[in-house]
C-alpha cells in the first residue's frame, strides 16, 4: 500500500475539515455582530451564544490547520521491515479473522480514510492504543481496548 497516497487523503480530509469550521466560524461570527442579535431583554443571550460558538470553530479550525502542518511534515518517511513503530508509520495489526490498517499520526485520532479499498484509522501516540504499539515491531502482541489480541503484522 502506497503511504504517500494515504498521507494525501489524510492532508485531503482536514483540508475539507479546516474550510468547514472557517466558513462555520465567519458565520457565526456574523451572527453574533449581526444588529438582529443585539439582546432584547436581560435573558436574550443570542448573541453572547453565537460568540461562544465562533470562537469555539475558530479554535476548531485551527488545531486542523495545526494538524495539517504536522501531517505535511511526515511526508516522505519510509521504515525498514524490522523497525520500531513511531509517528508516521502504517501499520497492520492481525487479528484472527481480519486486520486493521492504522496510521499513527501527530494527532486527529479517529480520522479514517478509504484508500484502495482500505480503510485506515489514525491513531495518536498518546491513545492507549497508539501508547501500546509506539516502540513495538512486526511481531508483536498487542491487546485492544475491547481485550481481543493481534499481533503486528507489518509497518511501513
Known sequence: M??????????????????????????AQFEATDEQS????????????ASYLARGQ?????????ALQDFRALAGRTFAPDSAIELGALVEL????DRMLLYVGPSMGGTEVLVDGEEITVI??????????????TGAKIKLP???ERRVGSVQ
Open 2 to 27: 502506497n503511504k504517500t497516497e494515504i498521507l494525501q487523503e489524510i492532508i485531503a480530509r482536514l483540508t475539507a475539515g479546516a474550510e468547514l469550521y472557517q466558513r462555520a466560524a465567519r458565520a
Open 146 to 148: 475491547s481485550g481481543e
Open 94 to 97: 492481525k487479528g484472527r479473522r
Open 58 to 66: 475558530s479554535r476548531q479550525a485551527a488545531e486542523t490547520e495545526q
Open 38 to 49: 443585539k439582546a432584547e431583554n436581560k435573558y436574550d443571550t443570542r448573541g453572547l451564544e
Open 124 to 137: 495518536t501516540p498518546h491513545s492507549p492504543l497508539g501508547q501500546q504499539l509506539v516502540g513495538t515491531k
